[in-house]
């Protein structure tokens, strides 16, 4: 069955750099793009972006520009979201979820940072 | 960015009973290939989203039918009707027309 697998929670400090991933199971990983969602503690659904596992090219919102990198490792059917120079702000719960051409269909379990000094 | 907006439940819901959730678009999401690009999901307590509808009135694979999505361009409807337990959590509405991808605010849904 199609399953995404993220990484454990996360405690991390400000500055520091932090890489969360997502293991795609039960499909052809390069078939269909994978996005990034954010949910702050208590707040509703960002969407961060998304990267092509075909081609590898990420697309960034533009509030994600810049400290947010989307990677991949197809050889794993791994997509990774690294976040450098994190702030109090990046607290939050990140989502992976597979792009269909339409709609996110499957979603990972989320993955927990918390960024404190 | 295309805003996406989405009210509040005046009420508790009783068990049984259906109910309505609005979403408004900015900008209308009819596409020019004649497809309305508005997707609903619920997110139930301590859970990622799922996928409900897509395309605004597509019901994704195993979605009950007590689950319809309706709308114009730019103002949405999803009805659940016989509402059980289980649909309690935040209902969002996202569009994917044009980057980036917004979501609306959420509608929680409680039950009596």
């Known amino acids: 069955q199609i399953q995404l697998v993220q990484s454990g929670p996360e405690l991390k400090k400000p500055g520091e750099t932090v890489k969360i991933s997502c293991k795609a199971s039960?499909?052809?990983?390069?078939?269909?793009?994978m996005n990034w969602v954010k949910q702050a503690p208590g707040k509703g659904l960002k969407w961060m972006g998304w990267?092509?596992?075909?081609?590898?090219?990420?697309t960034y919102a533009e509030e994600f520009k810049g400290r947010f990198a989307f990677s991949l490792e197809t050889s794993a059917s791994t997509a990774y979201l690294q976040i450098n120079n994190l702030k109090n702000e990046d607290t939050a719960t990140y989502f992976c979820?597979?792009?269909?051409?339409?709609?996110?269909?499957?979603w990972g379990q989320g993955t927990t940072l918390t960024v404190s000094s | 960015d295309i805003v996406i907006t989405q009210d509040e439940l005046s009420n508790p819901v009783t068990s049984g009973e259906s109910v309505s959730i609005s979403c408004r678009s900015s900008?209308?999401?009819?596409?020019?290939?004649?497809?309305?690009?508005l997707n609903w999901f619920l997110q139930r307590p301590g859970q990622s989203p799922q996928l409900l509808i897509y395309l605004m009135s597509t019901r994704a694979s195993g979605v009950s039918d007590r689950f319809s999505g309706s709308g114009s361009g730019t103002d949405f409807t999803l009805e659940i009707s016989r509402v059980k337990a289980e649909d309690v959590g935040v209902y969002y509405c996202q569009q994917l027309v044009e980057y980036p991808f917004t979501f609306g605010s959420g509608t929680k849904l409680e039950i009596k």
């Open positions: 990267i092509n596992t075909n081609t590898g090219e990420p």
């Open positions: 039960g499909y052809t990983f390069t078939n269909y793009g």
């Open positions: 900008k209308s999401l009819l596409y020019k290939d004649g497809k309305t690009y």
């Open positions: 979820a597979r792009n269909m051409i339409y709609y996110f269909d499957y």
